[in-house]
């Protein structure tokens, strides 16, 4: 069988008071018709990114509601991930080739993993393209119903890549995209579900540090807690560009001389290419002391970074979410975020952080931040309330169970007419 990536347990009532008693009543009274439901989640890792950030917390919520809820991941080689590294860029416009090497490496390992995929499911929920051929390589073995759930912006496919996937996507009874826009050419409207991401704010990354206490634990990293400081927290990759934001640092340095950057990135296991952008980072900041470059830090330290840091960015030129912009408001930081994919669903410019396209606008905007460090907190704390309302965790469960409940009757409603028994549980 696939591996099982062991959770904690978590409580939903936890939750009680950040969304409220009602938020909470309605969850239950969800899940509860659903009681027993065997759910999987399925993708390609445990650690690194914002999929498995999402899993970590939303997998024992649900089972916490009474679903018998897993999460595994797939299996694959290095050369495995590098053509999904090149599918995941692909299908977000890329241009590059997919060769028939490619394609079959691909299809090998979901063949392979959908021979090791055993058990007994209602639902099965795959993440992202890696693991999508497990609904065709398994011919639905296992499981009642088959969701997709897309965490990347297909709305303008490089075309190798959209053709070659969407028949495998055409299987699925549901796709989840982030947003509407986010959708691929082509594909049904009743099939899609629009479900944004949320953050666990109960995680040791959101827990609430105070600026100061977080500044002073930022000092052991070399910063200079006396001189601002910009952040930015992203896997290495180009479309986070890391290499943009040390350009937007150098010209606001120009006038802000005693800046400091701290880039922090993991290098996630299914992502090779992270360790070639990362050394082209490394090249961009020539030497320069006050660049800081840090590695798969603990996330009580990346969330002592986003408390304590005069500036956060995240000036993704493409994005699928962007978890570290919740994540930052959420500690009641404002935001410079790219105009790219869900950002300007979490930023609202000028009220809670600052979009931006350019280099050039974004050196601007840090300038004002460090400026003005009580307009910073303002906007830090509308920043906090947008994401209280809409990014939380279990908005994300409601809206799981929501799906799970509508394709269950949808099921009820198919065996009823094929004359089958209704299921049970
Ligand atoms: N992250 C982290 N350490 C790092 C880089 C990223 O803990 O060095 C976390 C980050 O806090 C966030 C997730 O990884 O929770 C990244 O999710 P996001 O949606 O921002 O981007 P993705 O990596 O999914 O494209």
């Given amino acids: 069988m696939l591996q099982r990536v062991e959770l904690g347990q978590l409580r939903l009532d936890a939750y009680r008071e950040i969304i409220g008693d009602e938020a909470v009543e309605a969850i239950l009274r969800a899940a509860a018709p659903l009681r027993g439901l065997r759910v999987l989640h399925v993708n390609a890792t445990a650690f690194g990114g914002g999929v498995a950030e999402i899993l970590g917390t939303l ?54 993993n959908a021979r090791w995929f055993e058990g007994e499911f209602d639902v099965v929920v795959v993440h992202d393209p890696q693991p999508l051929g497990l609904l065709s390589f398994t011919e639905g073995r296992g499981a009642r119903h088959w969701v997709w759930r897309c965490h990347i912006d297909t709305s303008e496919p490089n075309p190798a890549y959209w053709d070659f996937f969407k028949p495998y996507i055409e299987g699925y ?54 001189r601002p400081v910009a952040l930015q927290v992203s896997r290495f990759d180009p479309w986070k560009d890391q290499l943009g934001v040390i350009d937007a640092y150098r010209e606001a340095k120009e006038t802000e001389e005693g800046l400091q950057l701290a880039l922090i990135g993991s290098l996630a296991s299914d992502d090779p290419e992270a360790g070639r952008y990362l050394g082209r980072v490394r090249e961009r900041a020539g030497g320069d002391p006050d660049i ?134």
């Fill in 292 to 425: 800081h470059i840090y590695q798969n830090l603990p996330s009580e330290e990346v969330a002592a970074f986003q408390a304590g840091s005069d500036v956060v960015l995240q000036k993704s030129l493409r994005e699928g979410f962007g978890l570290t912009v919740s994540e930052t408001l959420w500690k009641g930081r404002p935001v410079i975020g790219g105009r790219a994919g869900g950002i300007p669903l979490q930023i609202i410019d000028g009220e809670n952080g600052f979009l931006v396209t350019t280099v050039a606008e974004c050196a601007d905007r840090i300038l004002y931040l460090v400026r003005h460090p009580r307009g910073a907190e303002l906007m830090g704390r509308a920043g906090r309330e947008h994401v209280r309302r809409n990014f939380v965790i279990t908005r994300l469960l409601a809206d799981y169970l929501e799906l799970f409940g509508a394709l269950m009757q949808v099921g009820e409603a198919n065996g009823r007419e094929a004359g089958a028994e209704a299921p049970t549980g």
């Fill in 59 to 112: 997998v024992p919520l649900m089972a916490d509601v009474g679903l018998e809820a897993e999460w595994r991941i797939i299996e694959g080689s290095d050369a495995f991930f590098e053509v999904t590294k090149a599918c995941h860029n692909g299908l977000q416009g890329m241009d590059l080739p997919f060769t028939a090497e490619m394609q079959a490496t691909w299809r090998q390992y979901n063949a392979l």
């Fill in 173 to 226: 009874r549901a796709v989840i995209f982030t947003m509407r826009e986010y959708v691929g050419p082509g594909v049904e409207a009743s099939r899609v579900h629009v479900i944004p991401p949320s953050i666990d704010p109960l995680s040791p990354k959101n827990r609430p540090v105070a600026f100061a206490t977080a500044r002073q634990a930022m000092v052991r990293f070399g910063i200079d807690q006396a």
